[in-house]
């Protein structure tokens, strides 16, 4: 009732009915003509009655109304039917610059920020100095991960964690499985990596979450550190994946000094152990 009062008349493309309307917005025999269903099937809905509903009809309401996505989502969960995946709104699309303070603000400890096909979409100076992130690589975490050699030199244990990479990759496929989006990363790596390809006929499946590393840098030696993925609910697209170091480990310590100006300038010229 509160969405069809704050639509009117005119909004939906009806005469606003002049003095015979005694309530703002559209009426329910309105809304059912304008969303093609029985004007007494609409109200029964309304009322939440026990009734057989679709999600073409529902959608059909709700452009009537001019739902927002997660509106949307919402009536079909009130309906008892699967929600539909959640679209980004328009006024959300801003929030990278708010993201990238965050990860920027993480220094220096490694973050960065991939999209629902784990394409890079930002990165900060630790995760480009301990994770070897770049420009001149592919842009893609889960290619990158089997096909970067200095992320692959630098990672120990680097074929148990390939496991759980891939198996994190095929849980996030199977929330769109029908994307052709992902169907063009799998395709891709396995193209390019025997390790993945293996991996992916093995049909695990696994949730991401945290992940413990241990990772050999040049200069600093090893780093032992979590990372953690963190879901944003208005940018459903986005993870913000942040690496936290691990703790009596000195870790905090060595990475605190590799971003500083004497670490990093002895990055760019590492001694070979």
């Not at 992130?133 to 244990?157: G, W």
């Not at 990363?185 to 049909?203: K, N």
Request: charged residues 25%; hydrophobic residues 40%.
């Amino acid at each position: 009732m509160s969405r069809r009062a704050r639509i009117s008349p005119a909004e939906a493309g009806l005469p606003d009915g002049g003095a015979r309307r005694r309530t703002p917005g559209l009426r329910r025999e309105e809304v059912a003509v304008l969303a093609g269903v029985g004007a007494s099937w609409y109200q029964w809905l309304e009322q939440g009655r026990d009734i057989t509903v679709s999600g073409q009809v529902l959608d059909s309401v709700s452009r009537v109304l001019k739902l927002t996505s997660a509106e949307r989502r919402h009536l079909y969960v009130l309906a008892g039917l699967n929600p539909p995946v959640l679209e980004v709104a328009p006024a959300d699309r801003e929030m990278c610059q708010g993201l990238k303070r965050l990860i920027d603000a993480w220094m220096p400890f490694p973050a960065h920020i991939m999209d629902a096909y784990w394409n890079t979409v930002m990165y900060n100076d630790a995760a480009s100095l301990v994770l070897g992130m770049r420009p001149e690589i592919v842009q893609n975490c889960l290619i990158a991960f089997f096909t970067d050699p200095l992320y692959k030199a630098r990672s120990r244990h680097w074929e148990e964690i390939a496991c759980k990479v891939v198996a994190q990759f095929r849980a996030a496929c199977s929330e769109l499985p029908d994307d052709e989006g992902f169907r063009a990363v799998v395709e891709e790596a396995r193209e390019l990596s025997p390790e993945f390809a293996a991996l992916w006929e093995r049909w695990d499946i696994q949730p991401g979450g945290q992940m413990q590393k241990e990772i050999e840098h040049p200069v600093v030696g090893t780093l032992y550190v979590e990372s953690t993925q963190l879901r944003v609910p208005a940018r459903p697209d986005l993870s913000i994946v942040l690496h936290t170091p691990l703790p009596n480990t000195e870790t905090a310590e060595k990475l605190e000094w590799l971003v500083s100006p004497d670490g990093r300038r002895e990055s760019m010229y590492p001694v070979a152990g």
